[in-house]
């Protein structure tokens, strides 16, 4: 892949790496301005590897006509260098951020949207702006929502006689009578080849009806529902029913389009691939909702267009960052869908999508606004972290979910008296 794509949302608030950072760059100045220490409007973005976005988001630049945009496409760690710019004077006006994060807020690096978002409230995907609200303020305004899904081959489920999973146990069932179908290399079920520690995250626990951090901001999967699923997720391992080891992970769909898999895990980019490769031998589903107390679950993100309380033209970017992200609606629709394959942030301009109106995008698009989910702000990365090495140590290694998840119930507890307390 020639840069990183939109699925990166995703895999930063999982903890995953789907695409590799290039290496750091200081950027190229492009859009109508000058560059970095002109008169204008400074604008960053990370860098895409789908064609044609940065040709797009220039053009966005170049349509404005209250004040000039220089946008600068940044190559490498763009969240690392995001960080330092923000502490100086000639960092961006407005950028795209994964968040924004709390210690960006906390630290008053971050300007209040609220007055321009709130008209439209609503109409945004409320599981994608939720993680950018901070004590009843806005500070980002999503701009795209990625999420993952679960994939089925539809010939292959039937010829096993296996109904697609709405249950944990159901999945871990079909995944197990799968196995060795179709010439007995097969597998029922991919989540990675890390077996799903990475990619699943806290989605189990939203299937169990469980949160990272509840809305009084407290843990909020200290419940035996957490331990019951968790051990359902290691006993898919424990039943050889995962693939492991494939060609490209999770985030390509190549294994289940070749019938390495009867089913996977992975994000609605690579819906038109599979299509494509399939036809209409295939379905999605949300992850399968686990207890009497759970429902289905899908993971979603969106990286959020924010402003640098650094500016010196903070008036002027808040004005440009509501004309595109919030006015300019033929441009969200565009940014979304011409580019790759997302969803607008905003539920009309998804219902009115003609590419998401019809079959497995439809689904899709009803799930993530009925059972989207995303990584709460009070979610740190040490938070992260902890849990993802109890997940780690649970499926891979056979350990006590119960034991295990005490240990990360005591470390996040700690994690939020700090951010608390700031």
Known sequence: MAGIDRRRVLAAGGGVAVA????????????????????????????????????????????????????????GDYDRQTAAALLTDSGPDVFEVNGPLLDQIQGGQVVDLTAEVEPVKDDFNQAVLAPKIWQDKIWGIPQVIDMQLLYYRRSALKDAGVE?????????????????????????????????????????????????????GKVGFDDPAA??????????YADKSLLLGAPTDWSDPAAFI????????????????????????????????DGSG????????????????????????????????????????????????HIPARISLAKKAAELREGAAA??????????????????????????????????????????LKGVVRKVNAELQRVKKK
């Open 258 to 289: 070749q019938g390495l898999t009867a089913m996977q895990w992975s994000g609605l980019w690579a819906l038109p691939q599979i299509k494509k490769a399939l036809g209409d031998d295939f379905g999605v589903l949300p992850f399968p909702k």
């Open 227 to 236: 331990a019951r699923v968790l051990g359902k997720i290691r006993q898919l």
């Open 294 to 341: 759970g429902k289905p679950a899908v993971p979603v993100g969106a990286y959020g267009s924010a402003v640098s309380a650094r500016s010196a033209r903070k008036a002027e970017a808040k004005a440009f960052a509501k004309w595109l992200w919030v006015e300019r609606t033929d441009f969200q629709r565009d940014f979304a869908l011409s580019y790759g394959f």
């Open 164 to 216: 697609p999973p709405r249950t944990v146990d159901e999945l871990v069932d079909a995944a197990k009578e799968l196995s060795g179908k179709g010439g007995g290399k097969s597998k029922g079920l991919f989540l990675g080849n890390d077996g799903g520690v990475g990619v699943l995250s806290g989605t189990p626990l939203f299937a169990a009806g469980l949160s990272l951090i509840d809305e009084g």
């Open 20 to 75: 590799a950072a290039l290496a750091t760059a200081c950027g190229s100045n492009t859009g109508r301005g000058g560059g970095g220490s002109g008169s204008g409007i400074r604008q960053w973005y990370h860098q895409y590897g789908e064609p044609g976005t940065e040709q797009a988001v220039k053009r966005y630049a170049a349509a404005y006509k209250k004040a000039e945009v220089s946008v600068q496409w940044r190559p």
């Open 363 to 404: 689904d899709a698009v009803r799930y993530a606004t009925e059972y989207g989910h995303a990584e709460p702000l009070l979610w740190t990365t040490a938070d992260r972290t902890a849990y993802q090495d109890a997940l780690s140590r649970i499926v891979k290694d056979g350990a006590n979910p119960e034991s295990e």
